[in-house]
């Protein structure tokens, strides 16, 4: 059985790839031993597979998840954090949830979730910030699995609804280059009364930057690196976190 197999960040860099045609023996085999196979092909990314997560059918497949010929596979390293047509961006059919190469309007995703009978609406601004200690940032570069990542914020504010129902939330994040104080993330949030707001607000954050397979790589002076979960395990199905 031949898998094609979709890479993303620092291990699709490791391989020098971003999709691996990948042959095994068996007609099926489970997530888990995929992984240990992998392992075994690659020990030069060795580390970088065990705390990967992979994907079947741009959802995270627990580790006996049965994957065959037919399926679409991803390994997604730990997350930071299309079709595009001409535009340079995806969104839902609803508009609520979009990702996208152009710069990002607070105003306009803020204007997404207002509502005559809410009276409490947060707007959360990710922006990328220049110092961390001593080291300066010149810029960030954004990379995602546009259909997965898009399904996942929308799989958010499905989860958001269901905890908070009258609540109203819209989401857009940036790919690509971002440079000092620019915008890489909005997520704004409408509920009829502050505290549920900001409840909703922060788990729709948290989920986005455990869940949505969405990476950056810090852009130095003298060098670079993809952030994420590196030093430790890594569950996206065992979220959401609060």
Known sequence: MQLRIQL???????LQTSVLNFTIEESSIQADQLKIKLSEAYPEATA???VSFLAVNQEYAPATTLITQNDEIALIPPVSGGDGQDNKTVQSEDGLYSITEEPLSIEEVTSKVLHSNHGATLSFIGTTREMTGAQRTVHLEYEAYIPMA???LQAIG??????WPDAICAISHRIGTVDIQGISVIIAVSTGHRDTCYQASRFAIEQLKNTVPIWKKEIWEDGSEWKGHQTGPWDPTTYPVI
């Open 150 to 152: 898009l399904a996942q």
């Open 8 to 14: 993303f960040a620092g291990l699709a860099e490791r």
């Open 158 to 163: 499905k989860e958001l609804k269901e905890r």
């Open 48 to 50: 970088q597979i065990a």
